[in-house]
């Protein structure tokens, strides 16, 4: 120890204060020395020195602040004072040349450290342990917090300890691990809990199997008992596929059992946590195939021609079967894609193999889904040739008739004809499938019963099924004469080698009239010379052959063979002949003969025979020219002509001049006529006029009337279309010649209309209504009524109505229509359209047509509408309920009310395809009198036109679903059917028609409708679509195609409203006018700046307008700028200025607004121009200078912006309560009297903006 007793030290320097360890206390190796020390000098440095067993330890601690106050900390060196021992130790500081007296310590005790656990690791069933602050040689035990001994840890001599041991610990979350060290001095402190997660051990998958269905089953090992097995797949995609629970210590197994997860073939990874209130770690990553299931071979089945059909099962959905050889000979011999699980079939579509008859051919399937499965069991199958096929003969059949068999093998080696199992001689001809037997032998008289096998590749085909047939002597064929022949022709036909045939005529067995013997199937016989000739014409005949003494049947049906008749003799005219010479023709066949005259070209002639029998008068139907003619002539009968008659040559000489040729007056060229028309030809008085049909035949052929007109009604309707005559004229020299062809166009015959109204029951007040055709009339009569007795006659429309006059009495009545044009008629209409007449306070005028076909898909809907009546009146009814449901059904789809106009609508959507029956029903408001009318909804599933093109108007794309067509009157459209890429109505036509209404709406297309149009690949079908006058607001146009079903389009017109979409405004005024409502009034000499405003959606945004005043602005000095000409509307709206400054007068005019490009007949805004904004520029006080003492009030007004006089201002006067109007004379003054008394008050308008200006109070 230092002297404390030195002189030397400065007496007013102390100790310093040791602030731990705490004074003689027990310490802990390496514990904090800590002093402090306060001077008034600067402290320079610290010593620390230890004494132990008489042994003193100097240091010199680093760890302080130098200064006047100074603080030092020091660790004591470990492991020199053993644990148990006893020491103490002294501290001083330095101050310049002199250190400070000594602080001590007290005796102190080194205890044991407190160890201090640094890490715990716990897996695999082991414990690894690590720490510090040991003791070497001393006890290192290890403990559950201050709960149980685990086990002890080695000391190293650097105080590090550590310890790794097996052993099983309960999962939990924060096991707490603590440390105590013991030696002969005692034991250590606890060290600080160590807080580790005892996770379940780690689980190892060992393998994994799916169910034929794809669910998974995994097994494995380090299982915790009651522990939760999860599976996961590799990367954790879709979460935990599932959880179960395991019971058991080691191996586990756990199965998807609730079906959640399917693993189709291909590779899989995955990895299972085990929890038991903490997760473990992932086992390892396990990789799994799975195989799609091996498929199963159940049966085969080979084609006629050798190809292969296999039918299976357990089939995986979309897997790929493929077919193998046994040993895979050949690769995949064909494969097929299957669509769902279990049995399947696949074909070798490719006809690649063919497997030829043989006893045993082996295969073997597989299936492939993103891997392939096991190969399935070998299958077995023996291939037999096709069962053949004899076509069965019509019975009886011939003696050596022969038989066609059929379904005969490519490599056929041998075909056996079998009779009760023997073998029948014969040979088989021909190749292929098809072959003839022909027997060697005749066939067994009577029955007969023969099968066939075939034989190929050494295997016998199973006999084919039974052909039984009777033999006998068949009828002989007749094969001619095939062209006519003379009158004793040669007959030639086939039969048995052999036989004896007979020919007879038909229906007669004698005279027979020719025989010959069959050699080598076929025979001729010559007409028997013992028999006369056969008569011209049509001659039938029939034969039967006979052999053995067994005779056929006669065959059938008889044959028919032409004999031509003699050739006509022309008896030669003289050299020289006139040009009407007419030509004898001789030897005609009969009365029934027909004789035609022909020149040398074999051109016919025309004329007209006259006489009977074997002699006939021919007269040319035009004078002969002059010069020399060759003729010649033949006849027919029954169709049958003769050859031609020897020519005969003759010359005509001239005769005198022809007259001119006739004209046709009725029916003029180019224009339409009914079937039977009247015609009216112009030619020489008493002409012979002869009219025809150029080509064709005579219609008529008189004599002209005094003054050369001949007129008549063709007696033969005429076909419908285009009609071209000719005329000529004779008198008594040549005649005239045929006239150029006279055109003109009959028109069809009208259609039968149709009755739609009444139906079901209706009120005593009638209207009939139905459909036709704009033309004519229309006749109505009741059914059993004669048909001159009608009940009205009506202008024929399209859409026709007729109204009774008078009520109808109640009852039940039957009426048929019928529409008649220019002397043509259709038929009556059919079924009579029947209803009964009651009283009904109101009943059902009409029902608009069902003009579309909605699809289910595309959840489109159809407007259906109903117009109600009053019963009383037969006038529109509004406010009336309807009824909307289904026939049948009792449930109200809808109710709807009708308009002022009577009509209710109802959209229909359907919820099925097919045929719908909707109902609209007034019984409600009818007072229980029943009353409805039907409408049929035809629904369509699929809208096959959406897959092949779409439909465009203004390029905008029609949507049924959203709503029918709808066009604005006056509005040109563009229709476009787009076509898409690779549609089959490419090169195909296709037809816009108008299903009902499109006339009478107006609508005008070009092309025009009914026209077809070429669908060419990238080029839409386009319709221009404008107006023409016209009231109809619906109609359906039809669009057709060959290839596909009509495709009905719904549309409405509407008209539209310039009030609603657009106003007009004066900047500055405060009022809105609309064209066709209230007048503007603008002020003589103003000029203002006016905007036409558009409302949101108006159809008028983005089109050109302009205004245009009326013929009455100009005179009075009224003008617009820009003048006449077009601005595009905008959503602001668009300015003009409307001056008025030069006009001196009031007056009236208008402004429209017309639409570029657009039909549309707009309205007008009136305008009224006057003193129309004023002001009072004085006003003449209360006097009371009128006669009878009465006062006397007045003003003057000009006019705000000219300051002229302003007359006809109008003027409220109010004269105490008693209200009149008045207005101001042309000075502008307006004055009013009134008694003693009163008071007046005067309050002038300005129109201009609805402002007022009041008198003084």
Same mark, same amino acid.
Request: aromatic share 10%; glycine share 10%.
């Given at each position: ?265 291909? *590779? /899989?990874?995955?990895? =299972?946590? &085990?929890? +038991?209130? @903490? %997760?473990?770690? $992932?086992?390892?990553?396990? #990789? !799994? ?70 006893? *045993? /051919?082996?295969?073997? =399937?597989? &299936?492939? +889904?993103? @891997? %392939?499965?096991? $190969?399935?069991?070998?299958? #077995? !199958? ?876």
């Amino acid at each position: 120890m230092a002297n404390e007793m030195d002189e030397s030290v400065e007496p007013l320097v102390f100790a310093p204060d040791i602030i731990t360890p705490p004074f003689a206390s027990t310490v802990e190796d390496g514990f904090l020395i800590s002093a402090s020390a306060a001077t008034v000098s600067f402290i320079i440095g610290w010593r620390v020195e230890i004494w132990f067993s008489g042994e003193s330890y100097m240091y010199y601690p680093t760890d302080f602040n130098p200064g006047p106050y100074s603080r030092m900390n020091f660790y004591f060196p470990r492991n020199l004072i053993p644990a148990g021992r006893k020491f103490h130790f002294e501290v001083d500081y330095q101050y310049g040349i002199f250190n400070s007296p000594w602080a001590l310590s007290g005796d102190l005790t080194m205890t044991l450290p407190k160890p201090v656990i640094t890490n715990v690791i716990y897996s695999g069933g082991a414990v690894r342990i690590e720490g510090r602050n040991g003791v070497f040689g001393a006890r290192m035990m290890v403990w559950e917090g201050l709960g149980s001994h685990l086990f002890d840890a080695d000391i190293a001599p650097d105080g590090s300890w550590t310890r790794s041991i097996s052993m099983s610990l309960t999962p939990r979350k924060g096991f707490p691990f603590t440390a105590q060290q013991s030696n002969d001095s005692g034991l250590s402190e606890y060290a600080d809990n160590y807080f580790i997660d005892i996770l379940p051990p780690k689980p190892v998958i060992t393998g994994a199997e799916t169910s034929p269905d794809g669910y998974l089953t995994v097994h494995g090992t380090n299982g915790y008992r009651n522990a939760q097995i999860k599976i996961w797949r590799e990367g954790g995609t879709d979460g935990v596929l599932f959880i179960v629970d395991n019971p058991s210590e080691g191996a586990w197994t756990v199965s998807d059992t609730r079906r959640r997860w399917v693993f189709p073939p291909q *590779k /899989h990874s995955i990895t =299972a946590q &085990q929890f +038991f209130y @903490l %997760d473990s770690a $992932y086992a390892d990553t396990y #990789e !799994f195939y799975v195989l799609p299931p091996t498929p199963v071979i159940t049966q085969v089945e080979i084609s006629s021609d050798g190809y292969l059909t296999v039918h299976g099962s357990n089939g995986y959905p979309n897997a790929q079967i493929k077919i193998w050889r046994q040993g895979g000979t050949d690769g995949v011999l064909f494969s097929g894609t299957i669509s769902s699980a279990g049995p399947w079939t696949v074909s070798d579509t490719n006809r690649r193999w063919i497997f030829p008859p043989h006893p *045993k /051919h082996v295969i073997l =399937a597989q &299936q492939y +889904f993103n @891997l %392939d499965s096991a $190969y399935s069991s070998e299958f #077995e !199958f023996e291939v037999r040739p096709p069962k053949p096929e004899i076509t069965p003969p019509a019975s009886p059949i011939g003696l050596k008739q022969t038989l066609d068999v059929t379904n005969i093998g490519l490599n056929a080696e041998t075909l056996k004809m079998l009779r009760s199992g023997i073998e029948v001689p014969g040979s088989f001809t021909g190749t292929g499938s098809s072959r003839t037997f022909t027997p060697s032998q005749n066939w067994l008289s009577g029955s007969n019963t023969v099968s066939l096998v075939q034989i190929v590749g050494g295997v016998s085909s199973d006999p084919s099924e039974p052909c039984t047939f009777t033999v006998s002597l068949e009828a002989p064929e007749i094969s001619g004469p095939t062209t006519p022949s003379s009158p004793r022709p040669t007959f030639a036909g086939k039969g048995v080698d052999g036989a004896t045939v007979d020919v007879v005529q038909h229906h007669f067995a004698s005279p027979i009239l020719a025989t010959a013997t069959v050699e080598n199937g076929q025979w001729t016989a010559t007409l028997a010379e013992s028999r006369p000739d056969l008569p011209a014409g049509s001659f039938l005949v029939t034969a039967m052959q006979t052999l053995d003494g067994f005779s056929s049947g006669w065959f059938t049906p008889a044959f028919e063979i032409k004999v031509k008749p003699p050739k006509p003799v022309i008896t030669p005219p003289t050299e020289t002949v006139a040009p009407n010479q007419s030509l004898t023709i001789t030897r005609v066949y009969s009365g029934a003969a027909t004789v035609a005259l022909f020149d040398e070209h074999n051109l016919s002639v025309a004329g007209e025979f006259s006489g009977t029998g074997a002699v006939r008068t021919f007269t040319p139907a035009e004078e002969w020219v002059t010069g020399s003619h060759t003729v010649k002539a033949k006849q027919a009968v029954a169709a049958v002509d003769s050859d031609f008659s020897e020519e005969c040559t003759f010359i005509v000489e001239e005769q005198g001049e022809r007259p001119e040729i006739p004209t046709f007056e009725l029916p003029r060229a180019g224009t339409a006529t009914s079937t039977r028309p009247d015609i009216r030809v112009k030619g020489s008085p008493d002409a012979l006029i002869t009219v025809k049909l150029v080509g064709a035949e005579v219609l008529c052929s008189a004599k002209a009337d005094p003054t050369g007109v001949l007129e008549f009604r063709v007696a033969s309707a005429l076909e419908p279309g285009r009609i071209d005559l000719e005329v000529k004229q004779k008198a008594s020299g040549p005649d005239s010649g045929w006239s150029e062809a006279h055109t003109f166009v009959v028109n069809a015959p009208p259609k039968t209309p149709k009755i739609r109204n009444p139906r079901g029951s209706t009120t005593p007040v009638i209207i009939i209504s139905g459909e036709g055709e704009t033309r004519g009339s229309i006749k109505i009569r009741h059914e059993k009524e004669p048909e001159e007795t009608e009940i009205a006659i009506v202008e024929g429309f399209r859409n026709w109505s007729w109204k009774a006059t008078e009520p109808w009495s109640k009852g039940s009545y039957a009426i048929v229509a019928q529409q008649v044009d220019e002397g043509d008629h259709s038929g009556w209409s059919e079924p009579a359209r029947t209803f009964d007449v009651i009283d009904a306070r109101y009943g059902i005028r009409d029902g608009g047509r069902v003009l579309g076909q909605p699809v289910v898909e595309e959840k489109q809907s159809v407007l259906l509408r109903v117009q109600v009546m009053s019963g009383i009146t037969g006038e529109p009814s509004a406010g009336v309920q309807v009824q909307w449901r289904l026939k049948g059904g009792d449930d109200v789809l809808a109710t709807t009310e009708t308009g002022p106009d009577g009509w209710a609508n109802y959209r229909y959507l359907p919820g099925t395809e097919g045929l719908h029956e909707v109902l609209a029903d007034i019984t409600n408001d009818n007072d229980g009198v029943a009353m409805s009318w039907l409408f049929e909804v035809t629904a369509l599933l699929h809208d096959e036109w959406a897959q092949e093109a779409r439909l465009y108007l203004d390029g905008a794309l029609v949507d049924l679903a959203k709503d029918d067509i709808v066009l604005l009157r006056g509005k040109p459209y563009s229709l476009e059917l787009r076509v898409n890429s690779g549609s089959r109505l490419i090169g195909s036509p296709v037809i816009l028609q108008d299903q009902w209404g499109a006339e009478e709406a107006g609508l005008r297309f070009d092309p025009a409708i009914g026209v077809p149009r070429l669908v060419e690949e990238g080029k839409p079908v386009v319709w221009s679509i404008s107006f023409n006058e016209g009231d109809g607001a619906y109609f359906g146009l039809n669009l057709t195609c060959p290839l596909l079903s009509d495709w009905p389009l719904p549309g409405k017109v509407e008209t539209v409203d310039f009030a609603k979409v657009v106003d007009l405004v004066f900047i500055g005024n405060p009022k809105v006018f609309v064209f066709g409502g209230e007048p503007a009034y603008p002020c003589i000499g103003g000029l203002y700046r006016i905007k036409v405003r558009p409302s949101a959606n108006s159809p008028l945004l983005g089109k050109s307008v302009k205004l245009q005043l009326s013929p009455e602005a100009a005179p009075l000095g009224v003008f617009t700028s820009p003048p006449g000409s077009y601005q595009k509307m905008v959503e602001g709206g668009v300015e003009w200025a409307l001056d008025c400054h030069s006009s001196v007068e009031s007056g009236a005019f208008s402004i429209g607004l017309r639409v570029s490009d657009w039909d549309v007949k707009d309205l007008d805004l009136s305008m009224c121009l006057g003193h129309n904004k004023v002001k009072v520029v004085a006003w003449s006080p209360p006097s009371q200078d009128v006669p009878g003492g009465k006062w006397k009030y007045g003003a003057f007004v000009r006019s705000v912006g000219t300051e002229l006089k302003a007359s006809g201002v109008p003027v409220t006067i109010d004269v105490s309560g008693v209200v009149s109007q008045g207005s101001t004379n042309s000075n502008g003054y307006i004055e009013v009297e009134y008694d003693d008394g009163q008071s007046a008050r005067l309050e002038f308008h300005n129109r201009y903006d609805g402002s007022s200006v009041f008198s003084p109070e």
